[in-house]
């Protein structure tokens, strides 16, 4: 019994000095694992809308007075499965994803959204080359065409350039600022979403094989098509936990209060909302 005691006080303290020295952090993939995922995003927005008063009229006949309460709830939840470590250290992979839920409602009254919206999967088929980047293959079984191969491929990018941790070990009350403007293209005009999206991350304390860190994000969008623009912007606060095994976040929360606003040659809109999202991983 003696000896176990030991043993113990031996881990703590290895632990301990792990944490005082600092840990290198970084997020990738390993192979033969599954990532069983779930995101949750909750939206409640205060706006005033303004415009065509037969617009407006619609509006108030269906209930909708002013100002507009709404509340967008969407989740999501799959899969990503790994194979074994190819001889060109690339690892194929398997993802299969899908809507489980989407809500809107606007000062009470729910808003019809098509069935379809929650019965398709989406399943992609590619793999991590040795740069830890993900590139696709295919999409519901079929090759990925040029265009659309290059839309999906950037919107992996960008949720795999959400953290990218620095090159040197982090120990608790070290921080650091991640985050840079991209440039999403939509539609065939050459329009594009004008993303700044930062989060600083504080490294809190280290315990039991994981990472705790305290994050403060801010945002910023743009989207100007023809005379239709958007406008958001905002900040906040949330926590994420890495696995240090693992490589990985195995929970990430965060709240966020934004502005925003919309101008079309019909209708304007001028607000606030707040943002939660929730995202959670199994890895086996």
Do not use: W
Request: hydrophobic fraction near 40%; charged fraction near 20%; aromatic fraction near 6%.
């Amino acid at each position: 019994m003696k000896k176990i005691y030991l043993l113990a006080l031996l881990c703590l303290g290895f632990i301990q000095l792990k944490a005082q020295q600092g840990v290198v952090f970084k997020i990738k993939y390993l192979p033969n694992r599954s990532y069983q995922s779930n995101i949750s995003v909750d939206m409640k927005v205060n706006a005033t809308v303004t415009g065509d008063q037969q617009i407006l009229d619609k509006l108030k006949e269906e209930g909708i007075t002013q100002p507009v309460n709404a509340d967008l709830v969407i989740a999501l939840g799959g899969i990503m499965k790994t194979g074994p470590l190819a001889a060109d250290n690339s690892i194929p992979m398997n993802m299969d994803y899908k809507i489980s839920n989407i809500s809107v409602t606007a000062n009470g009254k729910q808003l019809p959204i098509p069935p379809k919206a929650t019965e398709k999967d989406i399943r992609m088929v590619g793999h991590i080359n040795k740069d830890l980047q993900i590139k696709l293959d295919s999409a519901d079984g079929k090759a990925v065409a040029d265009t659309a191969q290059q839309k999906m491929q950037q919107m992996m990018n960008m949720l795999q350039k959400q953290i990218q941790f620095p090159d040197k070990p982090l120990k608790p009350g070290d921080s650091f600022t991640q985050g840079a403007p991209m440039n999403i293209p939509i539609g065939k005009d050459g329009n594009n979403v004008k993303v700044d999206a930062g989060v600083t991350y504080k490294l809190v304390r280290i315990a039991d094989g994981k990472a705790y860190f305290d994050l403060t994000p801010n945002f910023s969008l743009n989207v100007q098509v023809k005379n239709f623009s958007v406008d958001m912007s905002g900040t906040g606060t949330g926590k994420m936990i890495y696995s240090i095994k693992d490589s990985f976040p195995l929970s990430k929360e965060g709240n966020i209060m934004m502005k925003i606003k919309v101008t079309s040659p019909k209708i304007n809109l001028d607000g606030t909302a707040a943002v939660s999202s929730k995202y959670d991983v199994t890895i086996n």
